[in-house]
């Protein structure tokens, strides 16, 4: 099946000079949730902005569900709802009436059932009355969902949503989030919280300096990247790592000591580690392993880009 977005060559120079996407590939495939991961200013917004036709980049092509963005912008518009990061709502428009307002934009005829029940996802039913600058900041929030919700897209770009908002609006989120993906809708979402990318996404999209540094299904990802640590409480701290045990990587803090060893690895060397650890007269009390987190991955990825950058 083709994808319903697809980026080539994305190229991006403000008139500052400033290049932020160096030539950006992508596809997305229909149905996924894709999470664009990457430190601030790597380009995430950029990228965003460009293929919602906001921005108007200086090379490469983006089309949404066929339309090119460039020369069928309505038609490619017509297909997306954007949430920004930044609150831009008229303020003293009531909430009902502002996706009114956004879906008639879009030529769809009126269909207040419809809103209704988008309202109600949000937990903004009761304030469909209100106007937008009585609302709090997270009410506006939602506000901005529904409003990128109001025509019925079927690719939704949420840019930072949980950025500032309390742990049960971060929740709803995921939950409309999952929602409308049951419902077939494609969504692009940008992050800082890699627990966020980790528990949502289908994919992983990495971004630095504006260069894609990988795409990779979340499970592969974790699976190929994962590393995994192995802890033993020891049960008397010895002074120093013993020289039997000096060709294994092991870190030792009071009497704790750790072992990280690749879980896709022919071996992983636990069982060596656990035979030569007795014949060094080291007994343990307790043990565990904790898998190395998306957030290890990412830290690493980024790092590696910069050293590279370096030794440039
Ligand atoms: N209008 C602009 N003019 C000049 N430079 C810009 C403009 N907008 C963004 N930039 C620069 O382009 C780069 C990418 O910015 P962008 O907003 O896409 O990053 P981001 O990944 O979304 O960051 P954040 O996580 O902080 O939102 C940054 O260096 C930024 O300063």
Known sequence: MAPIISIKGL???????????????LDIEEGEILALLGPNGAGKTTTISAVCGLIRPTGGTVTVGGHNIATDYRAARAMIGLV??????????????TVRFSRGLFGKRKDDAYLEKVLRSLSLWDKKDSRNNELSGGMK????????????PRVLFLDEPTAGVDVNLRKDMWQLVRELRADGVTIILTTHYIEEAEEMADRIGVIDKGRLLLVEEKDKLMKSLGRKELVLELAKAPDAIPASLAGYELELEGNRLTYTFD????????????????????KF???????????????????????????Q
């Open 263 to 282: 879980t896709t690895a022919e071996s992983t060397g636990v069982t060596r580690l656990m035979a030569d650890l007795a014949a060094a007269g080291l």
């Open 141 to 152: 929030r939602r506000v901005l969902i529904a409003k990128a919700l109001s025509h019925e």
């Open 11 to 25: 190229q991006k120079t403000y008139d500052s000079g400033h290049t932020a996407l160096h030539g950006l590939d």
């Open 84 to 97: 920004p990061q930044e609150i831009s709502i008229e303020p003293f428009e009531r909430v009902m009436n």
């Open 285 to 311: 009390t307790d043990l565990s392993t904790r898998q190395s987190s998306l957030e290890d991955v990412f830290l690493s990825l980024v790092d590696e880009g910069q050293q590279k950058e370096v030794a």
